[in-house]
């Protein structure tokens, strides 16, 4: 049976690496971090440098960064360890929220993107994420990804067209709904929207929307507010 990484399967800790140019930052997350029992802080970095050399000596699994720092920035950084050190997950943690620091932290390499403003289970739930092996980002930019995918027919119009059917089960993937309330909606089988579901998927080769979701920016295909890039 094949293992899958999970913090409940495993009782592993997830070890976790905090870099900050501000000292009161980096012990803030700390403290904060410290009160759940699957985290394991095992180190602080002041910047891009120093956390390549923490992250070389102390392996971490999740790298916990600000993007704005002195020396090396975590962007840059990311981008090393990519290289590097692609086994360790990056998530961003920043206040910038426009769509070019989010697009630059994509093509860094960086497997996240959370706002300082986010309460700390939204934090957590974010470092579990990446660290199982998915992207994490807000639901609002997810579902701008999965609209405006809708509009483009699939990624870069290379691929085959939806069907129109494909398409309006995608809106309705897209709006949260599941099979079932798809299936009374449309007046057709649970059966045939799950080969719907499939084959959408398989057409587009993405396979989550946290998948499609980093495929969508990375691309260009849609700004913050979810509107088509012109």
Same mark, same amino acid.
């Given at each position: !049976?094949?293992?899958?990484?999970?913090?409940?399967?495993?009782?592993? =800790? @997830?070890? &976790? /690496?905090? +870099?900050?140019?501000h000292?009161?930052?980096?012990?803030?997350?700390?403290?904060?971090?410290?009160?759940?029992?699957?985290?394991?802080?095992?180190?602080?970095a002041?910047?891009?440098?120093?956390?390549?050399?923490k992250?070389?000596e102390?392996?971490?699994?999740?790298?916990?960064?600000?993007?704005?720092?002195p020396?090396?920035?975590?962007?840059? !950084?990311?981008?090393?360890?990519?290289?590097?050190?692609?086994?360790? =997950? @990056?998530? &961003? /943690?920043? +206040?910038?929220?426009?769509?070019?620091?989010?697009?630059?932290?994509?093509?860094?390499?960086?497997?996240?993107?959370?706002s300082?403003?986010?309460?700390?289970?939204?934090?957590?739930?974010a470092?579990?994420?990446v660290y199982?092996?998915?992207?994490?980002?807000?639901?609002?930019i997810?579902?701008?990804?999965?609209?405006?995918?809708?509009?483009?027919?699939?990624?870069?119009?290379?691929?085959?067209?939806?069907?129109?059917?494909?398409?309006?089960?995608? +809106?309705?993937?897209?709006?949260?709904?599941?099979?079932?309330?798809?299936?009374?909606r449309?007046?057709?089988?649970v059966?045939?929207i799950?080969?719907?579901?499939?084959?959408?998927?398989?057409?587009?080769?993405?396979?989550?929307v946290?998948?499609?979701?980093?495929?969508?920016?990375?691309?260009?295909?849609?700004?913050?507010?979810?509107?088509?890039?012109?």
């Amino acid at each position: !049976m094949r293992t899958v990484k999970t913090v409940s399967a495993s009782r592993q =800790k @997830i070890r &976790v /690496l905090i +870099v900050d140019d501000h000292p009161v930052v980096r012990k803030g997350l700390q403290s904060c971090l410290l009160k759940h029992e699957q985290l394991r802080v095992v180190g602080e970095a002041e910047d891009g440098m120093d956390a390549l050399k923490k992250a070389r000596e102390l392996t971490p699994d999740v790298i916990l960064t600000d993007i704005s720092m002195p020396r090396m920035d975590g962007l840059a !950084m990311a981008e090393s360890l990519r290289r590097e050190l692609p086994a360790i =997950k @990056i998530l &961003v /943690l920043t +206040v910038h929220s426009n769509k070019d620091f989010v697009l630059r932290v994509v093509k860094s390499g960086a497997h996240g993107y959370i706002s300082k403003e986010a309460p700390t289970e939204t934090l957590v739930k974010a470092i579990e994420t990446v660290y199982s092996g998915h992207t994490y980002f807000s639901q609002e930019i997810a579902q701008a990804a999965l609209t405006q995918l809708v509009a483009n027919g699939g990624k870069d119009g290379d691929s085959d067209e939806l069907t129109d059917r494909e398409r309006e089960v995608l +809106v309705l993937i897209a709006e949260g709904q599941s099979n079932k309330e798809i299936a009374n909606r449309l007046g057709i089988g649970v059966r045939t929207i799950e080969t719907h579901r499939e084959r959408i998927m398989r057409r587009l080769d993405i396979h989550s929307v946290a998948g499609l979701t980093k495929y969508a920016i990375s691309n260009g295909l849609i700004t913050l507010d979810g509107t088509p890039k012109p």
